[in-house]
């Protein structure tokens, strides 16, 4: 199943949109190369992505948190860091074992975990934003 940027994924701010559509469209692409038989050349190159996105990603959303005095800021600050250390774990992990079907399942899962993430809070944040 892809991933698409639908109404409930959609948060109304074009500069968090447009990082959430940039993430979707990477791990389609992981996706497609897995049901290619290429999912294995493609793991690390979107865990590369994945580190550089979120790096930049929840930078930006901070900002925008800061800015607009956003209540959620500390709940959501705190998602944000241990999302991050996740990540490094994850990281870190397919360093030493290799493109796995496990590290595909690992990347997957925490995939899985940001996209409920923003299909909940960061639509809270584009609301408390757009009331602004």
Known sequence: MKYT???DLTTGNALIDSQHRLLL???NTLMDACSSGKGREQIQSTLTFLNDYVAKHFRDEERLQMQTSYPGYPEH???HEGYRQMLAETSQQLVKDGSTIKAL??????VAILVAHI???DKRLAHHIQSM
């Not at 399942?105 to 925490?110: D, K, M, Q, V």
């Open 5 to 7: 940027l639908t109404p």
């Open 25 to 27: 469209d990477t791990v």
């Open 105 to 110: 399942g690992e990347l997957n899962r925490i």
């Open 77 to 79: 600050k705190k998602f």
């Open 119 to 121: 299909r909940n809070e």
